[in-house]
């Protein structure tokens, strides 16, 4: 009898995927059993023996072994084939697979990456994806053990072949820290918290270089878990003494916020599923027209109050790993300020709710146009600009925070928060994603601290930078009112 | 091997006493089961990106099928069941989810909301004649 390698409801469509592997299965099941025909296979024989071969794998552990010496013995393309498969696997039916298939997976995936399989960074990441933020489930902290467990256990070859993965699995790991040590009671917790944090602390004492490579949000993440004793050193030592990580040039803290994060990394904490909705959501829906998509996928991904935590990955997601198209921006699709102030008006923890506006704003405090994107930091804006006045208390309530962490982020180096924050100002206007500031610093629903400490802002900007102005045409508008330098005389 | 069948837009679809309904959608709504005899049964909103009509959910279709489904319907009956017109897979059709939330969708028209009248030139066929609604009286549109 043939297992299965899917739980299928009633009334559910057979997968593609799942027909494909199980025909070749069949069809082959005779070969695959000792003595092992010799013959040398074509194109198409050798696709088919790879999928009887994975489905044998994965649904028939008793001869798991069996069929992995086949496999070793036929290979003509590096596993190639082989792993592709196994990640389209991953990304499109790992939530049904049946128990013992997930097994299967991972022990399978610790044979290729011991093989130096082609393209098995692209599966360690796919497995990667498909941990849940927030799910503290039996099955979902499983997956998070057995991640952990392998990429603790192949340390030495990892770093060697797929260093940039290795701070994937950082990225992960620091962010579901923040998530499993706010736990109590959880059983096994416990002992996946202790592995979690080693390879945390192992890759950020020992591979700090490394580590660099996640950028800027290296820091929100670190930020996140200072209560924790062990990291408390590391959070002492990259604010007073950088030189304790041995990592040549690396001087300062703002090295790293200099560092913008590639988008690749926000994909890590949304799956691929939530992906493929949020994309959708972004690109065919009409804006009044998502009302009910927006129920369906909180029903989906947001109805366990512990698992609201990742409304903060998904608004990092869309500011940072969603750049709509400027056909989709003139368009009548839902933009992406309408979907981050839909989140936000879910009733959320304060230290959820209060990690989402960081998320929103992070790029604004280092923002640097040489290095930045002004499609990171558009949603913030035009969430503000576009609430008044129906929503005022949002933007009211974001203007606050943004101020908030104006002054507070970093005491020390409160000039390059205020630095970003300007530039941030400046470019939106300057590319024209608001006219002018005009909409905030002339509306009379907000508080007049703000208006005038917004108005500052951009006047100082354009004080410090006036070379570039002495001889340019400042459109109008950009400069408030009521600023009162020089420059403003030189406004059309 | 089951020939590829051609897939109908919902705004296509006309009452008949046949079963030659092929069309996918998404389910928007779902209504409360009843019971009719021993089966029960509900009513649902499905629509694609053409247009919307009633569904009817038969048996263990009520509990398996969801909000938010895409849904793939071979061989199924557009007629009037007890006074309402509504759509469903019958007992020569299939209806099977094939995915989730990634299908565009429009709801107006409703063609269950219409009044329909036969063809002057041929009274085993239907017309459009009037539209009683735009859109569903019974799952309205959420504001």
Sequence with gaps: MVEKLIKRSIHEAENPIEITLREAFCVLEPKLRPPFPLTIPTQEEYLNLNRAILYGILCEPHLAKVHIKHLHGVITDGYEYFTSILVKIVIELYGKLVDSVKRQLIWVTHEMVDVSAVGYDGLLVALLRQIVGGDFGEENLWLCFEMVNLFSSKWVCLLEEAPLVLSGALYVFLRLLADHCRVMNIPKIESLRKMEIGFCVRMLREKFSLCLRIGRDLVRLLQDLVHVPEFRSIWKDLLYNPSAFKVDGFVDVSKIYGTRTSRWYFLLRVTPEMESQLRFLLTRVQFGSQKRYQVWFARKFLAVPERKAVVIDIVRFICCAHHPSNEIIHSDIVPRWAVIGWLLKYDLKHYVEANLKLALFYDWLFFD????????????????????????????????????????????RKEIVSQGISTALHTLVSKGVVQSLDVLTSCNMLSPIFKERLGKLLSDWQFQHRKEFQTTNIPRGVIPSFSSSPESQTSA | MEPETTLQPLKNIVPAAQNNINAKFILLDKGRVTLEGQYKTCLALVADETAAVHFQLWGDECDVFEPGDIILLTNGIFSYSRNNLVLRAGKRGKAEKVGEFTLAFVETPNLSEIRWAPDPNDSKKYVQQAVVSPHSRIFVPPR
């Design chain 1, 369 to 412: 146009e040489k290095v930045d994107n002004v499609m990171n930091i558009e949603p913030a804006i035009l969430l503000m600009v576009h609430s008044i006045p129906r929503y005022i208390d949002i933007t009211h309530s974001l203007l606050e925070f943004l101020f908030i962490l104006l002054d507070n982020y970093d005491l020390e």
